[in-house]
């Protein structure tokens, strides 16, 4: 089965700075990558997600880079503030390939913005 | 829509003892998911359900059953807690096939065992 490994666990920034998180995975069929945003006491929630087909995917201040002959991709936070503070998650799917059904998660980064 | 739902919040058990948790979803999605959150380690799958009256294993299934009541509600139940059982409990529903994959988390169980 597929395996993700994400870095860093813990991302301190300054308001306004970028954050980038990045994961990379094992299964070279694996070819639908979401990125989940928890905040606290809540259930995770899909920011972004990207497929294989794409090099890049952007919406607003968020994009998420793949790259396919290395095996990772990031997640890219610009123009950061407060409220991007959460743990932010990678996945892939478990079994490899193209699976809108079962994941594999990473170990989550947990982002702080400093006003 | 509520969305996902799920009961109790929070829930203290004994070693050995057994109870169910409860999920339900309002937005007619075929596909179903239990996973546990442990810190360090992420999210880890259960077990999933892609349609009603079907089940599959996760990645860290032992101890665990569930069952698929009908396509709004799925439950898990452990019949004999142990304290590695100790974690945080999410369900969570997706739209089978869509081409979104997105998956919509419930606000989670927080499980005691002593």
């Known amino acids: 089965g597929e395996n993700v490994e994400q870095h860093p666990s813990t991302l301190s920034v300054q308001e306004g700075d970028s954050a980038v998180i990045k994961c990379t995975y094992s299964?070279?069929?694996?070819?639908?990558f979401p990125w989940y945003k928890q905040e606290l006491g809540k259930g995770p929630q899909l920011i972004i997600d990207?497929?294989?087909?794409?090099g890049e995917k952007k919406d607003q201040r968020i994009a998420v880079t793949l790259n396919k002959t290395a095996k990772h991709f990031s997640l890219h936070i610009t123009e950061t503030q407060p409220e991007d503070s959460a743990v932010y998650f990678c996945a892939a799917p478990l079994a490899g390939g193209t699976s809108y059904g079962k994941l594999t998660f990473g170990q989550g980064t947990i982002l702080t913005v400093h006003p | 829509n509520a969305g996902v739902t799920q009961t109790p919040k929070f829930q203290v058990l004994k070693t050995g003892q057994s109870m169910t948790l409860q999920c339900a979803q309002d937005?007619?999605?075929?596909?179903m998911y239990w996973y546990r959150q442990d810190p360090g380690m992420g999210l880890r799958l259960i077990y999933y359900?892609?349609?009603?009256?079907?089940?599959d294993k996760g990645e860290v299934p032992n101890g665990y059953n569930v069952s698929r009541l009908n396509k709004r509600e799925f439950s898990l139940r452990l019949e004999s807690a142990a304290p590695s059982q100790t974690s945080v409990y999410f369900c969570?529903?997706?739209?089978?096939?869509?081409?979104?994959?997105?998956?919509?988390f419930g606000p989670g169980t927080r499980l005691t065992v002593t």
């Open positions: 969570a529903s997706s739209e089978r096939g869509a081409k979104s994959g997105e998956q919509y």
């Open positions: 299964d070279s069929a694996s070819n639908y």
């Open positions: 937005m007619n999605h075929n596909s």
């Open positions: 990207i497929r294989s087909n794409v």
């Open positions: 359900s892609a349609s009603e009256g079907t089940t």
